[in-house]
C-alpha cells in the first residue's frame, strides 16, 4: 500500500473490497409458494386482459393558498376484453 493513505483508510479500503466480493453470496432464489395455498380471488381467462385507459394522466391545479383543499378526480375506463380489478388505492 501507499505511504500517503492512512491505517484507517487502509482498513476502510480493504473492507469495502472483501464486502463486495461478498455481495452475492447468501441470495438464493425465492421459493415458490406453497402447493397448499388457495388460488387468487381473480384468474384470468385466456385470451382475455384488462386495459385502463385514462381521459387525463396529469393535473395542474396552478397557483393555490396552501390553506385551500384542492381536489382532482381523474377518470377512467376499461377497454380491455378482460375483468379490470382495482385494488389498495393510495394517494401519494
Not at 487502509?10 to 425465492?30: E, N
Not at 387468487?40 to 396552478?62: C, M, R, S, V
Request: proline letters at 10%.
Amino acid at each position: 500500500m501507499s505511504k500517503w493513505i492512512s491505517q484507517p483508510a487502509r482498513l476502510t479500503l480493504l473492507l469495502g473490497f472483501l464486502l463486495a466480493g461478498c455481495v452475492g453470496i447468501g441470495q438464493a432464489t425465492p421459493a415458490p409458494p406453497p402447493q397448499d395455498q388457495p388460488a387468487p380471488f381473480y384468474q384470468p381467462i385466456e385470451g382475455t386482459a384488462p386495459k385502463i385507459e385514462f381521459a387525463n394522466l396529469e393535473h395542474d391545479f396552478g397557483l393555490a393558498n396552501q390553506r385551500i383543499s384542492l381536489k382532482h378526480s381523474f377518470s377512467f375506463k376499461n377497454v380491455g376484453n378482460g375483468e379490470l380489478i382495482i385494488e389498495k388505492v393510495k394517494s401519494g
